[in-house]
């Protein structure tokens, strides 16, 4: 009988076509409040408490926390380890806020062209978000009467997507993903400190100024799943009848206060079981590339450029005429931008390994040459 560890040394499975699914699925939730404003209503909001594209995010973050896991056991340092990490998503980041900053705002905006590029918002937008700890979502005069105002509102998980792999990293350095009870010890921890916050929640005086800590304990939960089912992916089977009293778990928590936690723990084996469930039709589009990426940070901006131009565009024609724009975009960033970037990781990992050497060398011959 295959284990999640027998099906991950192989390396044909559907984790790009439901990285896919789950970055149209953004699309498609985004398109409600994008086409109609705040008060619009995504799908799945009133069943579940909780939207479509956040259905999505929990996927990515679950799929993250496993693989980010496996190419951290295989990266031969933590140095090559980060490189990776660092060229799967600034240069495509990087790109999509230069587009945002220098093509799309002098275009749109309302501002003057020179007004515009003399704004010090448009440089603080591209820094901070760069930097990702406090990011920026608007532009000056840039759709600013549009249904849900700003540039690209996608953004925002993209810090705790990184905050999850420098936790990574950090636990591969110091060995928790090794044999023994370390790993055990890490995930104790980190559940009691989730009760703990889950409870204080209700403590409105002490979280009013924690929303940050609460969007991390909210998502990183289905992250420490994916990393939890990596780490004992050898005792865990693959076998649908598994996910059924997850599921059903899940429905008998429906509406109460551990709904959440319940449905992500069930949605992520099942998102694992459909995920190595291969099938010909999907080793052949995991040839195509992984445009998943691309559609998640192109999305919103050509969704606003679309309210911008068809003033009263509906959800569902916004959903049909930006998704065929969005996957071009896509596909020419994974070709041109992610693709030959990550081909660079292990030279670009290298080079930066002599240089912080030679750094190293040269702080050592000044304190001799003091000494």
């Keep these: 009988m ?5 099906l991950a040394s192989r390396r044909n499975n559907n984790f790009n076509l439901i990285r ?12 409600y409040p994008l086409a109609q404003g705040s008060t619009a209503v995504e799908p799945l909001a009133q069943w579940l408490g909780f939207s479509l594209g956040e259905v999505a995010v929990i996927t990515f973050f679950c799929v993250s926390g496993f693989f980010i896991s496996l190419s ?4 031969p340092s933590s140095l090559d380890f980060f490189c990776a990490r660092f060229l799967r998503i600034y ?3 990087m790109v999509v806020l230069l587009l945002s900053v220098f093509l799309i705002g002098p275009i749109f905006t309302t501002l003057g062209t020179v007004e515009y590029l003399r704004s010090s918002a448009i440089y603080s937008y591209l820094s901070n978000n760069l930097m990702l700890f406090s990011m920026r979502f608007q532009l000056p005069g840039l759709f600013e009467d549009n249904p849900w105002p700003g540039i690209n509102g ?14 990574v990293g950090g636990l591969g350095a110091f060995a928790f993903y090794g044999r ?4 055990g010890v890490f995930l104790l921890l980190y559940v009691i400190a989730y009760v703990a916050f889950k409870a ?6 002490v979280l009013n100024d924690m929303h940050r800590a609460q969007f991390f304990f909210t998502w990183s939960l289905p992250f420490i799943l994916g990393m939890s089912l990596y780490r004992y992916r050898q005792h865990i089977q693959h076998r649908f009848i598994w996910f059924l009293p997850l599921a059903g778990l899940a429905v008998w928590s429906w509406q109460t206060a551990f709904f959440f936690e319940t449905f992500v723990i069930a949605w992520t084996y099942l998102i694992f079981y459909l995920g190595f469930a291969t099938h010909t039709f999907v080793d052949r589009y995991n040839q195509l590339g992984d445009y998943s990426y691309g ?9 606003e450029i679309l309210a911008h131009q068809f003033k009263g565009i509906g959800p569902l024609s916004m959903m049909l005429v930006a998704f065929p724009i969005v996957l071009v975009a896509a596909m020419a960033s994974w070709h041109f931008i992610e693709k030959p970037a990550m081909s660079r990781r292990h030279g670009f990992a290298a080079q930066l390994g002599s240089s912080l050497n030679g750094i190293k060398a040269y702080w050592a011959g000044m304190r001799k040459g003091a000494a």
């Design 2 to 6: 295959n284990t999640l560890g027998d």
């Design 200 to 205: 204080a929640l209700a403590n409105t005086d």
């Design 91 to 93: 240069p495509g980041l």
């Design 154 to 167: 996608s953004l925002w998980t993209l810090f705790y997507e990184v905050t999850l792999y420098v936790l």
């Design 295 to 303: 559609v998640y940070i192109y999305a919103f901006p050509v969704q």
């Design 180 to 183: 023994g009870l370390r790993f």
């Design 72 to 75: 951290r056991d295989r990266a």
């Design 20 to 31: 896919m699914l789950a970055a149209t699925a953004v699309l498609v939730s985004h398109s």
